[in-house]
Protein backbone atom coordinates (compact mmCIF):
# COMPACT_ATOMS: atom_id res chain seq x y z
CA UNK A 1 0.00 0.00 0.00
CA UNK A 2 2.93 2.67 1.00
CA UNK A 3 3.71 1.84 -2.74
CA UNK A 4 0.23 3.44 -4.17
CA UNK A 5 0.41 6.08 -1.87
CA UNK A 6 3.37 7.29 -3.31
CA UNK A 7 2.95 6.84 -6.53
CA UNK A 8 0.73 9.28 -6.74
CA UNK A 9 2.37 12.66 -8.00
CA UNK A 10 3.61 15.52 -6.05
CA UNK A 11 1.16 17.74 -7.17
CA UNK A 12 0.85 20.32 -4.45
CA UNK A 13 2.73 23.60 -5.59
CA UNK A 14 2.15 25.88 -2.91
CA UNK A 15 4.11 24.31 -0.28
CA UNK A 16 5.46 27.07 2.05
CA UNK A 17 9.04 27.20 2.11
CA UNK A 18 9.30 27.60 6.02
CA UNK A 19 7.40 24.27 5.62
CA UNK A 20 10.03 22.85 3.46
CA UNK A 21 10.64 19.03 5.17
CA UNK A 22 14.26 18.13 6.20
CA UNK A 23 14.35 15.12 6.79
CA UNK A 24 12.92 14.10 9.74
CA UNK A 25 9.94 16.38 9.11
CA UNK A 26 9.25 15.02 5.40
CA UNK A 27 8.95 11.36 6.94
CA UNK A 28 6.77 12.08 9.89
CA UNK A 29 4.27 13.90 7.18
CA UNK A 30 4.14 10.81 4.74
CA UNK A 31 3.70 8.31 7.35
CA UNK A 32 0.66 10.63 8.95
CA UNK A 33 -0.33 10.72 5.36
CA UNK A 34 -0.46 6.82 5.57
CA UNK A 35 -2.05 6.87 8.63
CA UNK A 36 -5.09 8.38 7.48
CA UNK A 37 -5.25 6.57 4.22
CA UNK A 38 -4.98 3.36 6.21
CA UNK A 39 -7.99 4.13 8.47
CA UNK A 40 -10.06 6.00 5.73
CA UNK A 41 -8.92 2.54 3.36
CA UNK A 42 -10.38 0.87 6.47
CA UNK A 43 -13.27 2.25 6.30
CA UNK A 44 -14.25 2.41 2.73
CA UNK A 45 -13.27 -1.13 2.01
CA UNK A 46 -15.96 -3.47 3.19
CA UNK A 47 -19.14 -5.19 2.73
CA UNK A 48 -20.14 -2.34 -0.03
CA UNK A 49 -17.01 -3.49 -2.28
CA UNK A 50 -17.17 -7.29 -2.26
CA UNK A 51 -20.70 -8.34 -1.41
CA UNK A 52 -22.87 -5.09 -2.25
CA UNK A 53 -21.26 -4.16 -5.46
CA UNK A 54 -21.38 -7.54 -6.99
CA UNK A 55 -25.35 -8.01 -6.01
CA UNK A 56 -26.64 -4.71 -7.11
CA UNK A 57 -24.73 -5.04 -10.44
CA UNK A 58 -26.22 -8.06 -11.32
CA UNK A 59 -29.58 -6.93 -10.15
CA UNK A 60 -29.41 -3.63 -12.31
CA UNK A 61 -27.48 -5.77 -15.28
CA UNK A 62 -24.27 -4.92 -15.11
CA UNK A 63 -21.70 -3.03 -17.52
CA UNK A 64 -24.17 -0.11 -18.06
CA UNK A 65 -24.81 -0.29 -14.24
CA UNK A 66 -21.25 -0.10 -13.99
CA UNK A 67 -19.93 2.46 -16.06
CA UNK A 68 -22.51 5.16 -14.13
CA UNK A 69 -20.84 4.06 -10.66
CA UNK A 70 -17.64 4.47 -12.11
CA UNK A 71 -18.79 7.67 -13.48
CA UNK A 72 -19.91 8.85 -10.47
CA UNK A 73 -16.89 8.17 -8.08
CA UNK A 74 -14.58 9.88 -10.36
CA UNK A 75 -16.86 13.21 -10.62
CA UNK A 76 -18.91 12.94 -7.42
CA UNK A 77 -17.11 10.41 -5.08
CA UNK A 78 -13.34 11.96 -5.20
CA UNK A 79 -14.21 15.74 -5.12
CA UNK A 80 -16.79 15.28 -2.18
CA UNK A 81 -14.63 13.37 -0.37
CA UNK A 82 -11.80 16.19 -0.64
CA UNK A 83 -14.41 18.06 0.91
CA UNK A 84 -15.53 15.93 3.58
CA UNK A 85 -12.50 15.27 4.64
CA UNK A 86 -11.13 18.69 4.47
CA UNK A 87 -14.48 20.10 6.46
CA UNK A 88 -13.45 17.23 8.82
CA UNK A 89 -9.96 18.67 9.65
CA UNK A 90 -10.74 22.29 9.74
CA UNK A 91 -13.54 21.47 12.21
CA UNK A 92 -11.90 18.80 14.42
CA UNK A 93 -14.58 17.78 15.93
CA UNK A 94 -18.07 15.55 16.10
CA UNK A 95 -19.93 15.97 12.69
CA UNK A 96 -22.29 18.13 14.41
CA UNK A 97 -19.88 20.16 16.23
CA UNK A 98 -18.00 20.57 13.51
CA UNK A 99 -20.83 21.81 10.91
CA UNK A 100 -21.81 24.16 13.46
CA UNK A 101 -18.49 25.43 14.23
CA UNK A 102 -17.62 25.73 10.50
CA UNK A 103 -20.68 27.40 9.98
CA UNK A 104 -20.19 30.30 12.44
CA UNK A 105 -16.80 30.73 10.92
CA UNK A 106 -18.07 31.94 7.68
CA UNK A 107 -21.01 33.53 9.36
CA UNK A 108 -23.67 30.83 8.07
CA UNK A 109 -26.48 29.42 9.83
CA UNK A 110 -26.01 27.07 12.74
CA UNK A 111 -28.71 24.98 11.18
CA UNK A 112 -25.52 23.46 9.56
CA UNK A 113 -25.63 21.14 12.65
CA UNK A 114 -28.54 19.16 10.86
CA UNK A 115 -26.16 17.56 8.43
CA UNK A 116 -24.48 16.28 11.37
CA UNK A 117 -27.14 14.85 12.61
CA UNK A 118 -28.79 13.33 9.90
CA UNK A 119 -25.04 11.67 9.49
CA UNK A 120 -25.04 10.97 12.99
CA UNK A 121 -28.61 8.57 12.11
CA UNK A 122 -27.67 7.26 8.79
CA UNK A 123 -24.51 6.11 10.15
CA UNK A 124 -26.34 4.43 12.90
CA UNK A 125 -29.18 2.62 10.73
CA UNK A 126 -26.56 1.45 8.38
CA UNK A 127 -24.40 -0.29 10.92
CA UNK A 128 -27.89 -2.11 11.73
CA UNK A 129 -27.59 -4.36 8.93
CA UNK A 130 -24.16 -4.24 8.11
CA UNK A 131 -23.39 -5.65 11.76
CA UNK A 132 -26.12 -8.66 10.53
CA UNK A 133 -24.44 -9.27 7.25
CA UNK A 134 -21.16 -9.29 8.78
CA UNK A 135 -22.35 -11.95 10.86
CA UNK A 136 -23.41 -14.12 7.69
CA UNK A 137 -19.88 -13.96 6.59
CA UNK A 138 -18.61 -14.73 10.50
CA UNK A 139 -20.87 -17.72 10.09
CA UNK A 140 -19.00 -18.98 6.96
CA UNK A 141 -15.62 -19.10 8.37
CA UNK A 142 -16.92 -22.41 10.54
CA UNK A 143 -18.54 -23.43 7.22
CA UNK A 144 -15.58 -22.87 5.33
CA UNK A 145 -13.19 -24.49 7.74
CA UNK A 146 -14.95 -27.85 8.40
CA UNK A 147 -15.41 -28.45 4.66
CA UNK A 148 -19.29 -27.93 4.48
CA UNK A 149 -19.20 -26.67 0.93
CA UNK A 150 -16.78 -29.83 -0.47
CA UNK A 151 -17.85 -31.03 -3.69
CA UNK A 152 -21.36 -29.22 -3.13
CA UNK A 153 -23.12 -28.33 -6.42
CA UNK A 154 -25.13 -24.76 -6.76
CA UNK A 155 -28.06 -26.21 -5.23
CA UNK A 156 -26.26 -27.26 -2.56
CA UNK A 157 -24.66 -23.79 -1.86
CA UNK A 158 -28.01 -22.40 -2.01
CA UNK A 159 -29.20 -24.66 0.77
CA UNK A 160 -26.67 -23.65 3.38
CA UNK A 161 -27.10 -19.89 2.33
CA UNK A 162 -31.07 -20.92 2.70
CA UNK A 163 -30.91 -22.57 5.98
CA UNK A 164 -28.20 -20.40 7.57
CA UNK A 165 -30.69 -16.96 6.95
CA UNK A 166 -33.86 -18.78 7.87
CA UNK A 167 -32.76 -19.20 11.22
CA UNK A 168 -33.18 -15.70 13.37
CA UNK A 169 -31.62 -17.34 16.40
CA UNK A 170 -28.49 -18.17 14.40
CA UNK A 171 -28.71 -14.72 12.48
CA UNK A 172 -28.54 -13.11 15.95
CA UNK A 173 -25.67 -15.27 17.25
CA UNK A 174 -23.38 -13.95 14.79
CA UNK A 175 -25.58 -10.28 14.75
CA UNK A 176 -24.50 -10.24 18.38
CA UNK A 177 -20.69 -11.19 17.86
CA UNK A 178 -20.21 -8.78 15.15
CA UNK A 179 -21.74 -6.38 16.95
CA UNK A 180 -19.61 -6.94 20.33
CA UNK A 181 -16.32 -7.14 18.08
CA UNK A 182 -17.22 -3.48 16.54
CA UNK A 183 -18.53 -2.01 19.93
CA UNK A 184 -15.17 -3.50 21.73
CA UNK A 185 -13.05 -1.23 19.62
CA UNK A 186 -15.01 1.67 19.53
CA UNK A 187 -15.19 1.91 23.43
CA UNK A 188 -11.35 1.26 24.18
CA UNK A 189 -11.29 3.83 21.25
CA UNK A 190 -8.12 2.04 20.04
CA UNK A 191 -6.78 3.15 16.48
CA UNK A 192 -3.20 1.77 16.42
CA UNK A 193 -4.62 -1.78 16.64
CA UNK A 194 -7.01 -1.06 13.68
CA UNK A 195 -4.12 0.69 11.79
CA UNK A 196 -1.72 -2.55 11.82
CA UNK A 197 -4.42 -4.76 11.46
CA UNK A 198 -5.51 -2.44 7.95
CA UNK A 199 -1.88 -2.52 7.40
CA UNK A 200 -1.42 -6.50 6.77
CA UNK A 201 -4.63 -7.28 6.44
CA UNK A 202 -5.67 -5.23 3.17
CA UNK A 203 -2.75 -6.63 1.51
CA UNK A 204 -3.46 -10.36 2.34
CA UNK A 205 -7.24 -9.63 1.29
CA UNK A 206 -5.68 -8.21 -2.06
CA UNK A 207 -3.73 -11.25 -2.30
CA UNK A 208 -6.24 -13.29 -2.26
CA UNK A 209 -8.68 -11.74 -4.66
CA UNK A 210 -6.18 -12.39 -7.20
CA UNK A 211 -6.06 -15.66 -6.22
CA UNK A 212 -9.70 -16.12 -7.03
CA UNK A 213 -9.56 -14.28 -10.23
CA UNK A 214 -7.21 -16.91 -11.11
CA UNK A 215 -9.79 -19.23 -10.31
CA UNK A 216 -12.39 -17.60 -12.15
CA UNK A 217 -10.20 -17.76 -15.33
CA UNK A 218 -10.44 -21.09 -14.93
CA UNK A 219 -13.87 -21.37 -15.13
CA UNK A 220 -13.79 -21.26 -18.26
CA UNK A 221 -16.63 -18.13 -17.89
CA UNK A 222 -14.48 -15.29 -17.29
CA UNK A 223 -14.78 -14.07 -20.89
CA UNK A 224 -18.46 -13.98 -20.33
CA UNK A 225 -18.14 -12.47 -16.87
CA UNK A 226 -15.98 -9.39 -17.95
CA UNK A 227 -18.13 -8.66 -20.68
CA UNK A 228 -21.11 -8.53 -17.88
CA UNK A 229 -19.13 -5.79 -15.83
CA UNK A 230 -18.06 -4.00 -18.74
CA UNK A 231 -19.98 -3.80 -21.57
CA UNK A 232 -22.14 -1.23 -21.12
CA UNK A 233 -26.30 -2.31 -22.07
CA UNK A 234 -28.36 0.71 -21.70
CA UNK A 235 -31.46 -0.45 -22.54
CA UNK A 236 -30.92 -2.30 -18.76
CA UNK A 237 -29.93 0.81 -17.12
CA UNK A 238 -33.19 2.13 -15.53
CA UNK A 239 -33.87 5.11 -13.45
CA UNK A 240 -33.55 3.34 -10.21
CA UNK A 241 -30.55 2.02 -11.47
CA UNK A 242 -29.19 5.00 -12.13
CA UNK A 243 -30.10 6.08 -8.26
CA UNK A 244 -28.34 2.95 -6.62
CA UNK A 245 -25.16 3.29 -8.80
CA UNK A 246 -25.09 6.83 -7.54
CA UNK A 247 -26.35 6.12 -3.60
CA UNK A 248 -23.18 2.75 -3.62
CA UNK A 249 -20.79 5.39 -4.81
CA UNK A 250 -21.36 7.41 -1.67
CA UNK A 251 -21.46 4.06 0.42
CA UNK A 252 -18.75 2.85 -0.89
CA UNK A 253 -16.31 5.60 -0.09
CA UNK A 254 -18.35 5.94 3.37
CA UNK A 255 -19.39 9.44 1.90
CA UNK A 256 -22.04 11.67 3.41
CA UNK A 257 -22.91 10.73 6.79
CA UNK A 258 -19.59 12.29 8.73
CA UNK A 259 -17.20 8.94 9.20
CA UNK A 260 -15.03 10.36 6.36
CA UNK A 261 -15.53 13.73 8.29
CA UNK A 262 -14.11 12.21 12.00
CA UNK A 263 -11.38 10.68 10.29
CA UNK A 264 -10.14 13.67 8.28
CA UNK A 265 -10.40 15.34 12.26
CA UNK A 266 -7.46 13.40 13.15
CA UNK A 267 -5.35 14.23 10.05
CA UNK A 268 -2.82 16.55 10.81
CA UNK A 269 -2.68 19.82 9.04
CA UNK A 270 0.09 19.60 6.44
CA UNK A 271 -0.87 16.16 4.64
CA UNK A 272 -2.54 16.44 0.83
CA UNK A 273 -5.88 15.99 1.00
CA UNK A 274 -6.02 15.71 -2.70
CA UNK A 275 -3.63 12.40 -3.07
CA UNK A 276 -5.01 10.78 0.25
CA UNK A 277 -8.52 11.04 -1.44
CA UNK A 278 -7.24 9.53 -4.74
CA UNK A 279 -5.62 6.94 -2.75
CA UNK A 280 -8.59 6.02 -1.05
CA UNK A 281 -11.07 6.09 -3.80
CA UNK A 282 -8.86 3.97 -5.96
CA UNK A 283 -8.23 1.20 -3.51
CA UNK A 284 -11.79 1.00 -3.08
CA UNK A 285 -12.52 0.82 -6.59
CA UNK A 286 -9.67 -1.88 -7.41
CA UNK A 287 -11.34 -4.38 -4.88
CA UNK A 288 -14.45 -3.65 -6.22
CA UNK A 289 -14.23 -4.40 -9.75
CA UNK A 290 -11.89 -6.90 -8.63
CA UNK A 291 -14.80 -9.13 -6.34
CA UNK A 292 -16.98 -8.80 -9.61
CA UNK A 293 -14.15 -10.01 -11.89
CA UNK A 294 -14.44 -12.95 -9.67
CA UNK A 295 -17.90 -13.37 -8.91
CA UNK A 296 -19.82 -13.32 -12.22
CA UNK A 297 -17.79 -15.68 -14.02
CA UNK A 298 -18.78 -18.15 -11.01
CA UNK A 299 -22.56 -17.25 -11.79
CA UNK A 300 -22.17 -17.73 -15.64
CA UNK A 301 -20.17 -21.04 -15.06
CA UNK A 302 -22.46 -22.51 -12.63
CA UNK A 303 -26.00 -21.24 -15.04
CA UNK A 304 -26.26 -19.10 -11.67
CA UNK A 305 -28.73 -16.09 -11.70
CA UNK A 306 -26.60 -12.76 -11.59
CA UNK A 307 -29.87 -11.21 -9.76
CA UNK A 308 -29.60 -13.51 -6.85
CA UNK A 309 -29.95 -10.11 -4.84
CA UNK A 310 -28.16 -10.13 -1.41
CA UNK A 311 -27.25 -13.92 -0.97
CA UNK A 312 -25.14 -13.49 -4.50
CA UNK A 313 -21.39 -14.07 -2.96
CA UNK A 314 -22.56 -16.53 -0.58
CA UNK A 315 -24.03 -18.86 -2.90
CA UNK A 316 -21.18 -18.40 -5.86
CA UNK A 317 -18.08 -18.22 -3.34
CA UNK A 318 -18.49 -21.20 -1.56
CA UNK A 319 -18.84 -22.92 -4.80
CA UNK A 320 -14.88 -21.82 -6.21
CA UNK A 321 -13.83 -22.50 -2.70
CA UNK A 322 -15.23 -25.91 -2.57
CA UNK A 323 -13.73 -27.00 -6.01
CA UNK A 324 -10.45 -25.68 -6.02
CA UNK A 325 -7.13 -26.94 -4.28
CA UNK A 326 -6.55 -25.75 -0.54
CA UNK A 327 -10.57 -24.51 -0.95
CA UNK A 328 -11.28 -25.20 2.80
CA UNK A 329 -8.14 -23.06 3.94
CA UNK A 330 -8.27 -20.23 1.25
CA UNK A 331 -12.07 -19.97 2.08
CA UNK A 332 -11.60 -20.12 5.72
CA UNK A 333 -8.97 -17.30 5.46
CA UNK A 334 -11.33 -15.40 3.03
CA UNK A 335 -14.15 -14.91 5.15
CA UNK A 336 -11.83 -14.32 8.41
CA UNK A 337 -10.88 -11.22 5.92
CA UNK A 338 -13.51 -10.10 4.70
CA UNK A 339 -15.21 -10.00 8.41
CA UNK A 340 -11.54 -7.94 8.99
CA UNK A 341 -12.81 -5.33 6.04
CA UNK A 342 -16.32 -5.09 7.61
CA UNK A 343 -14.94 -4.41 10.92
CA UNK A 344 -12.93 -1.50 10.04
CA UNK A 345 -15.64 -0.17 7.90
CA UNK A 346 -18.05 -0.53 10.74
CA UNK A 347 -15.92 0.92 13.64
CA UNK A 348 -16.35 4.34 11.33
CA UNK A 349 -20.14 3.53 10.40
CA UNK A 350 -20.47 4.08 14.55
CA UNK A 351 -17.76 6.64 15.12
CA UNK A 352 -19.95 9.92 14.47
CA UNK A 353 -22.25 8.49 17.03
CA UNK A 354 -19.99 8.37 19.48
CA UNK A 355 -18.06 11.21 19.06
CA UNK A 356 -21.56 13.06 19.43
CA UNK A 357 -22.62 11.58 22.47
CA UNK A 358 -19.80 11.68 24.41
CA UNK A 359 -19.58 15.33 23.61
CA UNK A 360 -23.77 15.71 24.09
CA UNK A 361 -24.67 14.06 27.18
CA UNK A 362 -21.42 14.09 28.80
CA UNK A 363 -20.53 10.35 29.09
CA UNK A 364 -17.54 8.37 28.53
CA UNK A 365 -16.98 6.06 25.43
CA UNK A 366 -17.31 3.49 27.02
CA UNK A 367 -20.66 4.40 28.05
CA UNK A 368 -21.44 5.76 24.83
CA UNK A 369 -20.65 2.72 23.65
CA UNK A 370 -22.56 0.40 25.21
CA UNK A 371 -25.37 2.54 24.87
CA UNK A 372 -25.47 2.97 21.04
CA UNK A 373 -24.53 -1.11 21.31
CA UNK A 374 -27.82 -1.61 22.26
CA UNK A 375 -29.70 0.32 19.93
CA UNK A 376 -28.02 -1.28 17.10
CA UNK A 377 -28.14 -3.97 18.17
CA UNK A 378 -32.19 -3.61 18.77
CA UNK A 379 -32.20 -1.99 15.20
CA UNK A 380 -30.49 -4.46 13.49
CA UNK A 381 -33.12 -7.32 14.44
CA UNK A 382 -35.52 -5.34 11.90
CA UNK A 383 -33.01 -6.97 9.47
CA UNK A 384 -32.54 -10.35 11.18
CA UNK A 385 -36.19 -10.59 10.70
CA UNK A 386 -36.37 -9.70 6.94
CA UNK A 387 -35.06 -12.66 5.51
CA UNK A 388 -37.20 -14.77 7.91
CA UNK A 389 -40.28 -14.25 10.36
CA UNK A 390 -41.25 -10.87 8.40
CA UNK A 391 -39.97 -12.12 4.54
CA UNK A 392 -43.67 -11.60 3.52
CA UNK A 393 -44.08 -7.99 5.34
CA UNK A 394 -42.81 -5.89 2.04
CA UNK A 395 -43.34 -2.60 1.20
CA UNK A 396 -43.73 -1.46 -2.32
CA UNK A 397 -43.97 2.23 -3.24
CA UNK A 398 -44.82 3.68 -6.76
CA UNK A 399 -45.70 6.83 -8.25
CA UNK A 400 -47.69 6.30 -11.25
CA UNK A 401 -48.03 9.75 -13.40
CA UNK A 402 -49.25 9.75 -16.81
CA UNK A 403 -45.79 10.65 -17.52
CA UNK A 404 -44.99 6.90 -16.65
CA UNK A 405 -45.06 4.98 -13.78
CA UNK A 406 -42.16 5.25 -10.92
CA UNK A 407 -40.73 2.48 -8.42
CA UNK A 408 -39.29 3.41 -5.54
CA UNK A 409 -39.54 0.47 -3.74
CA UNK A 410 -40.73 -2.97 -4.81
CA UNK A 411 -41.80 -5.34 -2.55
CA UNK A 412 -39.12 -3.88 0.04
CA UNK A 413 -38.07 -5.94 3.39
CA UNK A 414 -37.28 -3.71 6.32
CA UNK A 415 -33.67 -4.95 5.29
CA UNK A 416 -34.49 -3.23 1.78
CA UNK A 417 -36.22 -0.42 2.63
CA UNK A 418 -33.34 0.70 5.32
CA UNK A 419 -30.73 0.08 2.53
CA UNK A 420 -32.71 2.38 0.39
CA UNK A 421 -33.38 4.99 2.80
CA UNK A 422 -29.71 5.26 3.57
CA UNK A 423 -27.17 4.61 0.67
CA UNK A 424 -29.88 6.11 -1.95
CA UNK A 425 -30.94 9.32 -0.22
CA UNK A 426 -29.36 10.02 3.27
CA UNK A 427 -25.95 9.33 1.87
CA UNK A 428 -26.49 11.64 -1.06
CA UNK A 429 -28.25 14.32 0.66
CA UNK A 430 -25.43 14.72 3.04
CA UNK A 431 -22.78 14.32 0.60
CA UNK A 432 -25.22 17.15 -1.74
CA UNK A 433 -25.01 19.35 1.43
CA UNK A 434 -21.31 18.73 2.11
CA UNK A 435 -20.55 19.41 -1.63
CA UNK A 436 -22.69 23.13 -0.90
CA UNK A 437 -21.07 23.84 2.04
CA UNK A 438 -17.49 23.73 0.94
CA UNK A 439 -18.22 24.60 -2.87
CA UNK A 440 -20.22 27.90 -2.24
CA UNK A 441 -20.40 28.96 1.24
CA UNK A 442 -17.25 27.95 3.07
CA UNK A 443 -14.97 30.95 2.27
CA UNK A 444 -12.39 30.35 -0.76
CA UNK A 445 -9.35 31.51 1.46
CA UNK A 446 -10.10 28.62 3.42
CA UNK A 447 -10.91 25.91 1.05
CA UNK A 448 -8.04 26.45 -0.78
CA UNK A 449 -5.75 26.67 2.05
CA UNK A 450 -6.88 23.51 3.44
CA UNK A 451 -6.51 21.48 -0.15
CA UNK A 452 -3.25 23.10 -0.52
CA UNK A 453 -3.29 22.04 -4.14
CA UNK A 454 -2.28 23.81 -7.39
CA UNK A 455 -4.62 26.11 -8.84
CA UNK A 456 -5.33 24.39 -12.01
CA UNK A 457 -6.55 21.62 -9.69
CA UNK A 458 -7.81 24.00 -7.12
CA UNK A 459 -10.42 25.19 -9.81
CA UNK A 460 -11.39 22.02 -11.38
CA UNK A 461 -12.14 20.65 -7.68
CA UNK A 462 -14.25 23.87 -6.67
CA UNK A 463 -16.06 23.05 -10.54
CA UNK A 464 -16.89 19.77 -9.60
CA UNK A 465 -17.93 20.50 -6.23
CA UNK A 466 -20.25 23.54 -7.01
CA UNK A 467 -21.22 22.54 -10.02
CA UNK A 468 -21.20 18.65 -11.14
CA UNK A 469 -21.70 17.21 -7.83
CA UNK A 470 -24.71 19.03 -6.94
CA UNK A 471 -26.23 18.87 -10.34
CA UNK A 472 -26.10 15.40 -10.60
CA UNK A 473 -27.08 14.70 -6.96
CA UNK A 474 -30.62 16.61 -7.35
CA UNK A 475 -30.87 15.58 -11.15
CA UNK A 476 -30.31 11.47 -10.22
CA UNK A 477 -33.11 12.46 -7.08
CA UNK A 478 -35.73 13.97 -9.72
CA UNK A 479 -35.57 11.76 -11.82
CA UNK A 480 -36.28 8.98 -9.85
CA UNK A 481 -39.24 10.40 -8.38
CA UNK A 482 -40.21 10.73 -11.89
CA UNK A 483 -39.33 15.06 -12.24
CA UNK A 484 -37.50 14.83 -15.93
CA UNK A 485 -39.59 12.62 -17.42
CA UNK A 486 -41.85 14.83 -16.53
CA UNK A 487 -40.50 17.83 -17.74
CA UNK A 488 -39.40 16.30 -20.80
CA UNK A 489 -42.83 15.52 -21.56
CA UNK A 490 -44.07 19.08 -20.71
CA UNK A 491 -41.35 20.60 -23.26
CA UNK A 492 -41.85 17.31 -25.74
CA UNK A 493 -37.76 16.75 -25.85
N1 LIG B 1 -17.76 2.00 2.87
C1 LIG B 1 -18.18 0.90 3.65
C2 LIG B 1 -18.27 -0.34 2.75
O1 LIG B 1 -18.13 -0.24 1.56
C3 LIG B 1 -19.49 1.15 4.35
C4 LIG B 1 -19.57 2.47 5.02
C5 LIG B 1 -20.50 3.41 4.61
C6 LIG B 1 -18.70 2.79 6.05
C7 LIG B 1 -20.58 4.66 5.20
C8 LIG B 1 -18.76 4.04 6.66
C9 LIG B 1 -19.68 4.97 6.23
O2 LIG B 1 -18.49 -1.41 3.20
Known sequence: MPDSASSIKESS????????????????????????????????VGLGNIWKFP?????????????????CIASIGVPIMMAEVMLGRR????????????????????????????????GFLILSYYSVIAGWAMAYVPFMASGTFNGLDAAGVNTVFSDLVSHPETLIFWHTSFLFLTMLVVARGVRGGLEK????????LFALLIILIFYAIDTGAFQKGVAYLFTPDFSKLTTEGILSAMGHAFFTLSLGMGAIMVYGSYLPAKTSIAKASFAVAFMD??????????????????????????????????????????GALFGTLFFILL???AWTSSISLIEPAITWGMKTFQ???????????????????????????????????????????????????????????????????GGLMIAIYAGWLMKKEYSRD?????????????????????????????????VVAFIRTIMGV
Open 13 to 44: SHQSPTNQPENTSAREQWSSRMVFILAATGSA
Open 450 to 482: ELDISRAMYALWLFLVRFIAPLMVVVVFLNAMG
Open 285 to 326: TMVALMAGLIIFPIVFANSLEPSAGPGLIFKTLPLAFGQMDY
Open 197 to 204: AVTYLMPL
Open 91 to 122: GRNDPVTTMKKLARESGHSRAWGLLGWMGVIA
Open 339 to 341: VFA
Open 55 to 71: YITGENGGGAFVLVYLL
Open 363 to 429: ISRVKMAVFAGIFVWLSGLLTVFSFNLTSDLTITSTISTQYGEFVILKNATAFDFLDYLTSNIMLPL
